[in-house]
């Protein structure tokens, strides 16, 4: 069974840091792009940023390019995003989700159950 | 960036009811256009990937089409479990945009 398990969320002020974790089962994780894809409280879903199998091929929204920087380890079967220089409207559950094929772009074939940011005074 | 707009953005329907949603992308995005459903507190789940092509073990009632900018998501007969929230996603190209959603609830 394919899982996707998020942590690292929390509570955080304005300008301040966060390292969002995904640790991945039941498939084989090097075979797959991954993505960060969030969700503000009662809103839709917004793309953050993508990543190809090896890491070598990475996007970010224009929203937090710059601020955010995804990452992968092969060996441990995760999927990392760091989140730096946090502002109020990053507030969102944080979802992980497999893509379709080893590109950083695609459509999602799992996702999991989110961990959420609150950036707030 | 290619930006997508569905139709309605709600709507209210009964059980056995035949759904029909839209969505349309800012330019062509040929059949790269994927659609989602997600049920409140839980995470999104695919239903449709390029346009028309049915995810492993979603219901047939389920069905997608369209190409280039005008694309649907029709479900057939309306069940109790799809009172949910439907979402389209362009994967054309870079940023892979969502649609805002169309939330489907109980007549």
């Known amino acids: 069974e394919v899982q996707l398990v998020e942590s690292g969320g929390g509570v955080v002020r304005p300008g301040g840091s966060l390292r969002l974790s995904c640790a991945a089962s039941?498939?084989?994780?090097?075979?797959?792009?991954m993505s960060w894809v969030r969700q503000a409280p009662g809103k839709g879903l917004e793309w953050v940023s993508g990543?190809?199998?090896?890491?070598?091929?990475?996007g970010y929204a224009d929203s937090v390019k710059g601020r955010f920087t995804i990452s992968r380890d092969n060996a441990k079967n995760s999927l990392y995003l760091q989140m730096n220089s946090l502002r109020a409207e990053d507030t969102a559950l944080y979802h992980c989700?497999?893509?379709?094929?080893?590109?950083?772009?695609?459509?999602?074939?799992?996702w999991g159950q989110g961990t959420l940011v609150t950036v707030s005074s | 960036d290619i930006q997508m707009t569905q139709s309605p953005s709600s709507l209210s329907a009964s059980v056995g009811d035949r759904v029909t949603i839209t969505c349309r992308a800012s330019q062509s995005i040929s059949s790269y256009l994927n659609w989602y459903q997600q049920k409140p507190g839980k995470a999104p789940k695919l239903l449709i990937y390029a346009a028309s092509s049915l995810q492993s073990g979603v219901p047939s009632r389920f069905s997608g089409s369209g190409s280039g900018t005008d694309f649907t998501l029709t479900i057939s007969s309306l069940q109790p479990e799809d009172f949910a929230t439907y979402y389209c996603?362009?994967?054309?190209?870079?940023?892979?945009?969502f649609g805002p959603g169309t939330k489907v609830d109980i007549k």
């Open positions: 039941g498939f084989t994780f090097d075979d797959y792009g």
């Open positions: 996603q362009q994967s054309y190209s870079t940023p892979p945009h």
């Open positions: 990543i190809n199998w090896n890491g070598g091929s990475t």
């Open positions: 989700a497999r893509l379709a094929t080893y590109d950083s772009s695609g459509y999602y074939l799992s």
